[in-house]
Every structure is written in C-alpha cells, then in structure tokens.
C-alpha cells in the first residue's frame, strides 16, 4: 500500500479528506483482501494443483474487478451489467475508498463492504478450516 499510495502521490493524486480519512480508506481495502483471502486460502485446499488454484483465483476475481465501477460508472452499463455491477461487493469498497479519499457518500458503501466482509467470513472460514482438517 505505501508503494501504491508514493506513486499515486507522484502522479499528482491528492486526497481531499484529510489523513485520517486516507488512512481510514487504506484500512478498509486492506480488511476486505484479508477477507476475501479466505477465498483462495480455500480454494487452495480444495483443488490438487498450483496452476488450477490460480486459474480457479482468476475466474473469481475477474468479473468482480472488471463487473465493478473501478473503471466505469454503473450508470453507463446496460441494464443487466448495471445490476450486477450495483451489487458486486468490489464496488462497494471501490465507493468506501472513493468517498473517504475525494469525498462523496461513505456510510451506506461501507455498511455494504462490511456486510460483504462478514458474509466472507462466515462462509468462507469454516470452509478452509474444514478442508486444511481433511488435508492434516
């Protein structure tokens, strides 16, 4: 993150909100990858080799980066694409982080990101744990 944020900052990005709040937007993208690494810390114990845990990784991560308004607003997608990129839980951090850097709506966005997070969790821990058991 310290790399990423030097080179924004080279580039001439600066926040609008204040440290704090930059610090606040770190924390908040770092807690959703720590997540959604229980993800792939799953998916790792479940498939039988390294090339099918990245294959398998990229067919998740993929339409949750490029179906999210990292690169474009919702508002320009077609009606399905719209929907769904509203609803993709990388969206709602992608709206958190905006908001807390350039200002901008932050509660609901991040009431989403903790939603999506906890739901990760709740899935997605007992999952790994159950399948590193099976591995042991």
Known sequence: MGVLLAFTALLGFRTTQGLPAAALAVLVAIGFAMCLSWVFVWIGLTVRSAGAVQGVGFLATFPLTFGS??????DTLPGWLAAFTRNNPV????????????????????????GWSALLLVVFVPLAMRAYRRRV
């Open 69 to 74: 308004t990292a690169l474009v607003s919702a």
């Open 91 to 114: 969206t709602h951090v992608i709206d958190t982080v905006r908001g807390l850097l350039l200002g901008g709506p932050v509660a609901e966005p991040l009431a989403w990101t903790a």
